[in-house]
């Protein structure tokens, strides 16, 4: 049973135009959340987090917004360059457990075209 | 900038051979991660250690073992590879607690990973 889902494999964008990455989750302990980004043959690079007390946090070009009602998040690139082209894991985190553990969804491919 | 290190980044090995991928970090973090991934797929917990001489098993169910007899070091050992075992192995850390404003919550640090295929 997948607890965070990221029910779309892979989005296209053109170079300037705002990418939007979705994900989904079942389980409602869940308090944090995490962005990676993946390059092929690279481990993930940590992108921006949101704790469950909040709707938004924005870092530069980057936006996730939560909705906790909805147990659903999203990442937003504004505006999105070439470069931004990588496979894109949301994750979360139960804090209550105190393991640091994270559960990942499957990824979204996104390709930013010039 | 983290600082987290793997190897071999690649690896190609016959079946029933012993392995062992190599994971260092030289940030002090107390917690450290074992994943395995396979493309297309989510990131899945095999191992996770909280400290010298912690280890727990993950989520995933995994013929590997681990060992975390130094702060730094987290190896992960197969001890007879088959072609099932081919995968991403990706390794990371963390702090133990201590994120933002006294929060719980730390982001995990990446290794580049370990691309295994058993022949």
């Known amino acids: 049973d997948q607890q965070v889902k990221q029910n779309s494999p892979s989005l296209s964008v053109q170079e300037g135009r705002i990418s939007i990455l979705n994900c989904d989750y079942t389980?409602?302990?869940?308090?944090?959340f995490l962005w990676y980004k993946k390059y092929p043959a690279e481990g993930p690079t940590f992108l921006i987090s949101i704790s469950s007390i909040k709707d938004k946090n924005e870092d530069g070009r980057f936006t996730v917004f939560l909705n906790k009602s909805a147990k659903h998040l999203s990442l937003h690139i504004v505006p999105s360059q070439p470069g931004d082209s990588a496979v894109y894991f949301c994750?979360?985190?139960?804090?209550?457990?105190?393991?640091?553990?994270?559960?990942f969804g499957q990824g979204t491919t996104l390709q930013v075209k010039p | 900038e983290a600082d987290i290190y793997q190897t071999p980044r690649y690896l190609v090995i016959g079946t029933g051979k012993k392995i062992t991928l190599e994971c260092s970090q030289t940030m002090g973090h107390d917690k450290m991660y074992w994943y395995q991934q396979d493309p297309g797929m989510e990131l899945h917990l095999i191992h996770y250690?909280?400290?010298?001489?912690?280890?727990e098993k993950g989520d995933l169910s995994s013929e590997s073992t681990v060992s975390r007899i130094r702060t730094e070091h987290f190896p992960l050992t197969l001890e007879s590879a088959r072609p099932s075992h081919t995968s991403q192995y990706l390794c990371?850390?963390?702090?133990f607690g201590g994120g933002l404003a006294g929060s719980p919550y730390n982001e995990q640090f990446f290794g580049p990973g370990t691309r295994l295929t058993v022949l």
């Open positions: 389980n409602s302990m869940f308090d944090y």
């Open positions: 990371a850390s963390s702090e």
């Open positions: 250690s909280y400290g010298v001489n912690s280890t």
């Open positions: 994750a979360a985190s139960d804090g209550s457990s105190n393991t640091g553990k994270l559960i």
